[in-house]
């Protein structure tokens, strides 16, 4: 193994060729990108052993979108809400919407729909009127809400918007075209063969990505009005939709992607009918790219797909993904959780992670050099914990290099980065694990990994507490496995599964809305822990309105959440108690935005609670944030909230071990600081220690037969060692 070369690229630009040798040498990049918007320098194949080259598929060639406008790509929009004040409401369609990046499609107006949001139903007496851009609604009722469904033309690449506002670029706005079109199509592929010709220099053509792009829309002012990482609506042009008529047999609506203005974000428990529309997009992306692919690979290029921009379609966990037949997938590094995302794709050769931050001037600009590398180390220490686990095969970064350049302590700092990796890399394989963990929600194993996540693994204030679950578990020696309510309905839950974790708001894909309501399912996962395996519930659990309960399965989680009916009985049980799943806390637990009004049924054990004073004097009301609780030969826990802390980690860890009832297994491969992590390979001979703190740690360790071990680590140390 060379620590100091290979498995890490880097970007250039034909400004920069000078610099990129030299930090090319530092940090041992054996493989060099462009970046959107740059040009590669004409010597590029002097810099490294292999040239990723950019590609866009439906973006670049303005001149083919100009001649052909009616294949363009489109989305359906929702109009603001409008009040009727008589008998009429008129819609100023583009209200709110970058004029700009979107056109409302006026020839396709059998394809717009008008809505009583009030009513919940929809209207036919509606106008249109080009010329003002608006619809007037006649018949309407007073007082009651309005909205227009209307078919827009993406007139601009959303993503080229992102890359004007935020690297100030003045190039050609990039518009977009649709391979469902017969001529696009053939377009593609003619385009695919001619470019692979042209450019020699290409080793791995970089698809970035395929053919649509998630739904990413702006305000009237330029800023981010409507962003989802995982929105299929930009697919729904008249081509599309026509095509999955003539296949499913029946029609699609505005409103099956509008669905009142969520958009069937991944929040939302999918409908049938959008299941089939993205089962249908997926087959048809594959269906597309992999004649592209096929040309690519005849020219004795790999072919690597960035998971983003334009990746709607090409789930790398779905059903089509194999029929790419694609080489590699990179896709950028936000911590722990997008590494194993990224590490566990199937059907590919080679598993790339781009670091953070990208060199981009809203970090690299001047007097930041610590924020910088301060951004850096968070970045590499979250994603190291999960590297340890399922380590990628490459990594690399993105934007341009000249302004890392300016920062000789972050380039120093990549280059301690870039040898730990490549140690990783060669060293870390098929890790012991103690436990396997299921995580049960609405899309199962088609989003592994991707619960709760936003974009590069950023979030929402609502639900970095339930993002925590997953950052936690993917740096610790546990198998986590993906199901949703569809599987265990039908199959049951696997037995080899230890423990099932359900996390998310009430009435979310990720809760389970009223998958809930399915007595069979409640039924069938109480059998399940009755016989001796763990539940863990996060924040709204289980939970659907039924039978006087709001959580389905507050006997197994031992608490319930009141909703206001039951609020004339009292609960006594508050008394917080010491327990094994909270034996290495110390000082406060943190529940991130929490849950309110959670209280604890009879015979649970309440560990954790918060009190305040209401309305009644004699009584002192709390509200239950975490508790464990018997049910028959099994156990079940309950989190008010978990965002990720290293504290929180070993929290997750011993509630995992407790309510799989193998509290003393838990020694095996373990630290007792929960700040160092240890790793056993067993195949390999070997183990790692890994400091995850920025102080020196001393702490005993315990291998696989629990023996003792005493060693020390300097800040952030990962020390390995032989069995």
Not at 584 to 609: S, T
Not at 648 to 671: G, T, V
Request: with cysteine.
């Amino acid at each position: 193994m060379d620590k100091n070369f290979g498995r890490v690229t880097i970007p250039t630009d034909e400004n920069f060729v000078e610099g990129t040798r030299k930090i090319a040498a530092r940090w041992g990049a054996d493989a060099v990108r462009d970046c959107d918007g740059t040009a590669f320098p004409s010597n590029v194949g002097e810099l490294a052993e292999k040239v990723y080259h950019t590609y866009f598929v439906v973006r670049g060639d303005d001149d083919w979108a100009d001649a052909h406008p009616e294949e363009a790509h489109r989305a359906f929009l929702m109009s603001e809400r409008v009040t009727a004040g008589d008998d009429s409401a008129v819609i100023e369609v583009m209200q709110g919407y970058f004029a700009e990046q979107i056109r409302p499609d006026w020839d396709h107006l059998e394809l717009w729909e008008v809505y009583d949001r009030t009513a919940e139903q929809k209207t036919e007496e509606w106008t249109a009127d080009p010329d003002k851009g608006t619809v007037t609604v006649r018949g309407a009722l007073p007082m009651h809400e309005y909205t227009v469904n209307f078919l827009a033309r993406i007139v601009w690449h959303p993503v080229q918007i992102y890359n004007y506002l935020t690297n100030h670029w003045t190039c050609a706005r990039q518009k977009m075209y649709d391979p469902a079109f017969p001529e696009t199509a053939v377009y593609v592929r003619r385009h695919m063969e001619a470019w692979c010709a042209a450019h020699p220099e290409a080793d791995v053509v970089r698809f970035t990505t395929f053919l649509y792009q998630f739904t990413l829309l702006f305000n009237e002012k330029g800023r981010e009005k409507y962003v989802d990482w995982f929105g299929y609506g930009l697919a729904s042009s008249p081509a599309m939709l026509k095509a999955f008529e003539q296949e499913y047999g029946y029609a699609l609506c505005s409103e099956d992607f509008v669905r009142a203005g969520t958009y069937n974000t991944p929040f939302c428990p999918p409908t049938a009918r959008f299941r089939d529309w993205m089962e249908f997009v997926q087959r048809r992306v594959s269906a597309t790219v992999r004649p592209l692919v096929d040309i690519v690979h005849r020219h004795g290029k790999e072919a690597m797909m960035f998971l983003g921009d334009d990746w709607i379609g090409a789930e790398p966990y779905g059903p089509f993904f194999q029929e790419l037949d694609l080489d590699a997938v990179v896709g950028s590094v936000g911590g722990g959780t997008t590494v194993r995302m990224l590490a566990e794709i199937p059907h590919v050769r080679c598993r790339e992670g781009r670091l953070l931050p990208y060199f981009f001037p809203d970090t690299f600009f001047e007097g930041n050099e610590e924020g910088a590398r301060a951004e850096l180390d968070r970045n590499w220490r979250t994603a190291r914990r999960a590297l340890l686990r399922e380590p990628l095969d490459r990594i690399g970064f993105g934007g341009y290099l000249s302004l890392a350049a300016k920062f000789p302590s972050f380039v120093d700092r990549v280059s301690e980065i870039c040898r730990e990796f490549r140690e990783i890399a060669e060293t870390a394989s098929e890790p012991w694990c103690g436990l396997t963990v299921g995580i049960l929600n609405a899309w199962g194993s088609l989003r592994s990994w991707q619960c709760h996540m936003v974009a590069h693994e950023l979030w929402y204030q609502q639900i970095y507490s339930y993002q925590g679950v997953l950052e936690a578990l993917s740096g610790l020696p546990v198998k986590v496995r993906f199901l949703s309510f569809d599987e265990v309905r039908e199959k049951g839950v696997d037995p080899e599964i230890d423990v099932l974790i359900n996390a998310g708001d009430a009435g979310t894909a990720f809760s389970g809305g009223d998958a809930w309501s399915d007595e069979g399912l409640i039924s069938a996962i109480r059998a399940w822990v009755a016989a001796g395996h763990g539940f863990i519930g996060v924040g709204e659990p289980s939970a659907w309105p039924k039978g006087g309960r709001f959580f389905q399965l507050a006997g197994v989680l031992g608490v319930d959440k009141e909703l206001g009916f039951t609020l004339s009985e009292d609960k006594y049980n508050l008394t917080k108690r010491p327990h094994f799943i909270t034996g290495d806390v110390r000082g406060e637990i943190d529940f991130g935005e929490g849950m309110k009004q959670i209280y604890a049924l009879k015979g649970a054990e309440v560990l954790d609670v918060v009190f305040s004073e209401r309305c009644r004097r004699d009584v002192n009301v709390g509200e239950v944030r975490l508790a464990a609780n018997e049910f028959g030969r099994g156990r079940g826990v309950y989190f008010a909230g978990l965002p990720y802390s290293l504290q929180n980690a070993r929290l997750m860890y011993r509630a995992l071990f407790w309510s799989a009832h193998r509290e003393e297994e838990m020694f095996r491969a373990f630290s007792s600081d929960p700040e160092i992590e240890v790793h056993f390979y067993p195949g390999s001979g070997i183990w790692a220690a890994v400091n995850n703190s920025e102080r020196p740690k001393t702490t005993t360790c315990f291998d696989l037969q629990k023996r003792p071990h005493e060693l020390s680590l300097g800040p952030g140390e990962l020390k390995w060692f032989n069995l």
